[in-house]
């Protein structure tokens, strides 16, 4: 029954076809001759797996009378037990059958025919057993001729199809039977080892090419080959058959698994195995690259276009794709394995090639070095410790080199200073992290700035964890995890976690990363520091000895300006920016996501080689240091470095509390009593001590040596809070801490964040859940601030001076200290303007939200501009030259502390010059001033071809264009728009308004001051003679 419908669904699937013009060539219809005696040294015709379907056989019908076993090419033939229906009739159905020995018709197939008048077909149905072959022809009897003497070879070329389409043209080259110059060579050709087309036998001289393409191809990634028999009539017995080994139609990819270790690289290896259609002398086809994002990590390629390019004239050379393990910055990574899809793009001039899909590579990346090591410290007075855990003590005052990668451009300097101001102990004041040209420095010594960045390169990834807290990724992966403590205390501590890319690559005071401490103390000369002490390993060192080994001669290799590499001062504000090394830009590496079914790609490439993704779900705020430009390198003179200290140190004295040091000596043992008790006592250490890599030990130790050291328990504080530092650190690379707890209870994670609050609130606020809840009048995140005196406001970026060349001086970009997110922290805007003609006007001042970019910098919003303009957006102001800004700041919103002048300019056209203290704005010889905007001598105005930009006719307005003729130019006498206030001559014919920068000004608003009134103006300002 089932064989019955399988047959009947068949015939529907032809509906009201004309099987005359809908049918397909019969397989080997060449070999199914009666003639064509089976040789059981070939392949028999076997019909089991034939289609359903109608077939034509050229002009050949099947025999009417019973063949001989082993005829028409197989081992059991089958013939027509019926007549060749007349052309008159509609398809008709016949009996055909399996000759077995004498038995003509053993096995009965029912089977249609149709007479189309020159020809037949015939509707087939497989056969049911093996090797059984429906007969078609008779064909010439005689001996066969032998084989071809080697395998044939598929050969490729393309063609040349419709106007720019291009085909493959194929041939089936093989050698000629020696001694035999007349025989017939019969080619036939198979796609995925499937039977496609036998070709008409042919003189070797004479043989054809076929095209494949979509049609017959269908696409591409198959194998095709061809079989080479041998005829000596083109009907006469066929020879053996010889067949080629499969051509991969494609590209090949060599490398279907990968194995890459994590944090390295591997390669993906492509090769086309056929040409490429062009239309002209070289086309270029691209192979796009995606991949999914997996929790552990991304992978990365070298390709920023995220595809690679095959060149059609060099089509046979190999493709590489460099690829790159991205993983997380975590401890808990485990292998891994990805699909990585290559899909070609539109192609037009051939198109089988277009959006063709490549078997996807898998590539698993092992962990085979995970961040297992612990941080490299410097916390307090210095205490050190080296990525391999080996504490010891520096006390000596220096820029040093903490931390550098030997293969790339990648180092942390920090910087020593007296704790107290007066000699020893000595303690970490800044820090100074650089990766290419890109540098951030945190400067809390009171030398320099607070703090001061160079972004050239955009390797750096700056993230403001807290107020006091950030944290600096390198491209790399490894982190700079920077504590600024308090006002109490300009004290910070710095740990540095490594990446799988830092094993055996650091130098410094961090050590070498080899999980060996002995050779942690290797000197810039290259030499190592040897003794005694510095040969122990890492598990002998216990209690307080560890921390007071101090190897002088290997710290002080590594000051800065004792080293023999030549390394810059980081902390060097007037560093020149040419002198740091680039970062490669052949290291970027570039995520590519896209839509398999689509040719839309999502390509984010940076020189990072750390998967952001996990940084970005935790509560970390990235610090655009790129925005608007502001990530530039500011030069201070040393008179205003000079000046802004003492203001800094007034600021200082009136923001510290009263705290009362009480000098207590103490023996080590005493001092051990007092720091289990203190310290060792607390929840947090107890928790800490559940946290891998986490030694607590190192905490009690410090709090022991800091007591000894200063005669104080001032510093116990400092130890918890760098604890509490190094616990949370690590629990943001260890997620199974968040799984981890006892029935009933928070996992360790919420146990400890619910009590690590910053420097425990100051005593003036309670820890709520890892939250500081402060008193009245104070904020900040540990409520050590006073809320009620405003911020330190040191400068404004460029000494007030906004340049629209350099900036888009949509922001007041402020330098300071003790900015307050969580409390109220404003800006209090008093915009003001000079017009072309002197006048100054005053705006409402308005009090706006800051923007806190870190503990040091913040950005004020300008306010002018939405004055300025219309609801259209046009400008209303046309006759504006300077725009300013008086700018101070509040952390509660009501008191505010001392005015800072923002000037906001064009350097196009206008120039800034000191006149006796006085700032000076000129304007510029072939510029004007028009509409606000600089414009270029004889620029058109481009809603009125017939004005243009003539400074010999007025500097502030449009004149009369002299270019095109059905413009009537007006004489400079009759321009009735040309009078205009400036200040007096300064340098030729620049014209000048000058601003005396050394006064607070306190202007009722909208009051009217013409230049020559206003003590605001240089004593030489006059109008400008009208003409």
């Known amino acids: 029954m089932s064989y019955v419908i399988f047959v009947f669904i068949i015939g529907l699937s032809w509906g009201n076809a004309d099987p005359c013009t809908e049918n397909s060539e019969l397989p080997y219809a060449d070999l199914r001759l009666v003639n064509n005696m089976y040789d059981f040294d070939d392949v028999a015709v076997d019909d089991r797996f034939l289609d359903p ?27 027509l037990n019926g007549t060749i229906p007349p052309v008159s009739s509609n398809e008709v159905t016949r009996t055909a059958c399996l000759a077995i020995g004498k038995l003509g018709c053993r096995i009965e197939y029912d089977i249609k025919i149709k007479n189309c008048g020159t020809y037949r077909v015939y509707y087939l149905i497989p056969t049911t057993g093996s090797e059984e072959g429906y007969c078609f022809g008779i064909g010439e009897s005689g001996t066969k001729p032998p084989s071809i003497p080697s395998k044939p070879e598929v050969i490729v070329n393309t063609t040349l199809v419709g106007a720019i389409n291009h085909a493959f043209k194929s041939r089936c080259k093989f050698d000629e039977i020696p001694g035999k110059d007349n025989l017939y060579y019969q080619v036939t050709w198979y796609i995925e080892g499937t039977y496609l087309t036998t070709l008409a036998p042919e003189l070797y001289n004479s043989l054809t090419h076929i095209i494949l393409d979509k049609n017959n191809l269908k696409s591409l990634g198959r194998m095709v080959s061809c079989s080479v028999r041998a005829r000596k009539t083109p009907k006469g017995p066929p020879g053996l058959s010889v067949k080629s080994t499969d051509r991969y139609f494609g590209i090949e990819v060599m490398t279907p698994y990968i194995h890459i270790g994590r944090g390295s690289n591997g390669t993906i290896r492509l090769r086309p195995t056929v040409p490429i259609g062009c239309y002209g002398n070289n086309c270029k086809l691209n192979v796009a690259i995606y991949t999914e994002t997996d929790t552990h990590g991304t992978l990365t390629y070298k390709q920023s276009s995220c595809a690679a390019t095959i060149n059609t004239t060099d089509w046979e050379k190999e493709i590489e794709i460099t690829v790159y393990a991205n993983d997380k910055d975590r401890h808990d990574v485990m292998d891994t394995v990805f699909d990585v899809a290559l899909r070609t793009d539109r192609y037009e001039f051939h198109e089988i090639w277009a959006f063709y899909a490549l078997p996807l590579v898998k590539v ?23 990525f391999d855990q080996r504490p010891y003590d520096i006390q000596f005052p220096g820029d040093f080199i903490m931390y550098k990668h030997i293969h790339y451009p990648i180092q942390v300097q920090s910087r020593f200073r007296s704790c107290y101001g007066n000699g020893y102990p000595y303690c970490v004041f800044g820090v100074a992290v650089q990766a290419g040209k890109d540098l951030f420095v945190i400067d809390r010594s009171g030398n320099n700035a607070p703090a001061y960045t160079i972004c050239m390169d955009s390797t750096l990834d700056v993230r ?212 289990r008790s203190s310290l060792g006592n607390t929840k947090l250490f107890s928790l800490c001590g559940d946290v891998p890599y986490v030694k607590t030990e190192h905490a009690i130790q410090a709090c022991i040596m800091d007591v000894m050291l200063s005669n104080t328990t001032d510093w116990t504080d400092s130890s918890r809070e760098t604890l509490q530092d190094r616990c949370l650190s690590e629990l943001q690379l260890n997620s199974t801490l968040e799984r981890i707890g006892t029935a009933g209870h928070p996992s360790i994670a919420a146990a400890i964040r619910e009590i690590a609050c910053p420097g425990n609130c100051t005593s003036s606020g309670i820890c709520v859940n890892g939250t500081c809840d402060c008193q009245g009048g104070f904020g900040g995140i540990d409520c050590s601030i006073d809320l009620s005196i405003p911020p330190y406001f040191e400068e404004l970026l460029d000494n007030g001076m906004c340049d629209k060349q350099d900036w888009e001086c949509d922001v007041a970009m402020v330098t300071g200290d003790d900015f307050i997110a969580e409390g109220n922290l404003r800006c209090k805007m008093e915009p003001f303007w000079v017009d072309i003609d002197g006048v100054m006007y005053t705006e409402q001042e308005e009090t706006v939200p800051a923007d806190i970019q870190t503990f040091m910098n913040l950005f004020c919003p300008l306010t002018l501009t939405r004055h300025k303009r219309d609801t259209s957006g046009q400008s209303v102001v046309t006759n504006l030259f300077v725009e300013a800004y008086n700018v101070s700041l509040s952390n509660d919103g009501i008191h505010f502390g001392d005015l800072h002048t923002l000037f906001i300019y064009d350097s196009k056209c206008q120039t800034v010059q000191l006149s006796g203290g006085q700032q000076v704005f000129l304007l510029k010889d072939n510029y004007c001033f028009i509409d606000n905007t600089c414009t270029d001598e004889y620029d058109i105005n481009p809603e009125n071809v017939c004005q243009m930009c003539n400074p010999a006719v007025s500097k502030y307005d449009w004149s009369t264009s002299k270019t ?64």
């Open 964 to 1027: 095109v003729a059905e413009c009537s130019p007006v004489a400079p006498g009759d321009e009735s728009n040309n009078y205009l206030w400036v200040i007096g001559p300064v340098a030729g014919s620049f014209v000048a308004v000058a601003v005396i920068g050394a006064v607070i000004w306190r202007i009722k608003l909208r009051k009217v001051k013409r230049v020559g009134d206003s003590t605001l103006f240089s004593d030489n300002a006059r109008p400008e003679q009208r003409t």
């Open 53 to 79: 379907g109608w077939y034509r056989v050229k002009n050949e019908d099947m025999p009417m009378t019973m063949p001989a076993f082993l005829s028409c090419g197989t081992k059991f033939p089958i013939w």
């Open 464 to 675: 403001r964890v807290n107020p006091l807290q950030y944290r600096i990724y390198t491209p790399i992966g490894s982190r700079v995890d920077v504590n600024i403590g308090n006002v109490r205390s300009k004290r910070i501590t710095v740990h540095i976690y490594p990446s799988v890319r830092d094993k055996n690559s650091t130098l410094g005071l961090c050590g070498t990363l080899t999980n060996d401490c002995p050779d942690d103390f290797e000197m810039s000369d290259g030499d190592l520091f040897n003794n005694s002490e510095s040969r122990r390993e890492c598990e002998s060192v216990k209690g307080t000895k560890g921390y007071t080994f101090q190897p002088d001669k290997f710290s002080r290799s590594w000051l800065v300006g004792n080293l023999i590499t030549g390394d810059l001062n980081l902390f060097n504000e007037l560093l020149d920016d040419d002198k740091l090394q680039a970062w490669n830009q052949d290291l970027k590496r570039c995520e590519c996501k896209s839509n398999r079914t689509t040719s839309q790609h999502n390509v984010t490439c940076s020189s990072s080689m750390v998967s952001p993704s996990a940084r970005n779900g935790r509560a970390e705020k990235q610090i655009n240091l790129t925005k608007s430009n502001h990530c530039k390198r500011k030069i201070r003179t040393k008179r205003s470095i000079q000046t802004n200290k003492k203001q800094q140190e007034h600021y200082y004295r009136r923001r510290k509390k009263s705290v009362a040091t009480t000098m207590i000596h103490m023996t080590e043992a005493e001092a051990d009593a007092y720091c």
């Open 364 to 386: 698993r990346v092992n962990d085979t070095f995970g961040l297992d090591n612990g941080a490299c410290q410097a916390n307090n007075d210095p205490h050190m410790v080296t």
